[in-house]
């Protein structure tokens, strides 16, 4: 049994729209995640599943409303990265430390079906801003 979703060819679609629509390109990861690396950090340090990463993040909607931001540093109460969302999961390990990626993350590797009430609608995908400050 695969652990990989099914890719949704909807979420797909509707990621390829939104970077044509915005001249923009992205590397596209076999689970179905959007990528840009904007800064690929000090190509030394990576993080693992285990990994407490200490990030700056912006997630925003393709709206362009933004569904969440650090405002500085975190580490999520020293959250492991295996307990993040898989978009971050998957997105976080193709930097090192203190580099950059932009990520566009379809619904099924972001919060899904159910979203976040009130936050991030269902079925949303999501475009997180992550820089990874430090790894403990």
């Not at 990989?4 to 629509?21: K, T």
């Not at 285990?50 to 993040?57: F, G, N, P, Q």
């Given at each position: 049994?695969?652990q990989m979703?099914?890719?949704d060819?909807?979420a797909e ?7 044509n629509?915005?001249?923009?390109t992205?590397?596209?990861?076999v689970?179905g ?7 690929p950090?000090d ?9 407490i990463a200490?990030v700056?993040y912006t997630n ?5 409303e933004?569904?969440?931001?650090s405002f500085?540093?975190t580490d999520?109460?020293?959250r492991?990265l295996?307990?993040?969302?898989p ?5 976080l390990q193709?930097?090192?430390?203190g ?10 590797l972001a919060?899904?079906?159910i979203g976040?009430p ?8 999501l475009i997180?801003?992550?820089?990874l400050?430090?790894?403990?």
């Amino acid at each position: 049994m695969s652990q990989m979703p099914q890719v949704d060819v909807r979420a797909e679609n509707i990621i390829q729209d939104y970077l044509n629509s915005h001249n923009l390109t992205a590397q596209r990861d076999v689970s179905g995640l959007y990528y840009q690396i904007v800064q690929p950090g000090d190509s030394v340090h990576f993080v693992k599943a285990t990994s407490i990463a200490t990030v700056i993040y912006t997630n925003q909607l393709l709206t362009g409303e933004t569904v969440g931001s650090s405002f500085g540093p975190t580490d999520f109460d020293h959250r492991e990265l295996k307990n993040h969302i898989p978009g971050w999961q998957i997105g976080l390990q193709k930097i090192s430390l203190g580099g950059k990626i932009r990520l566009y993350i379809p619904p099924a590797l972001a919060y899904g079906s159910i979203g976040i009430p009130g936050i991030i609608p269902p079925n949303a995908v999501l475009i997180s801003d992550l820089e990874l400050v430090s790894i403990r």
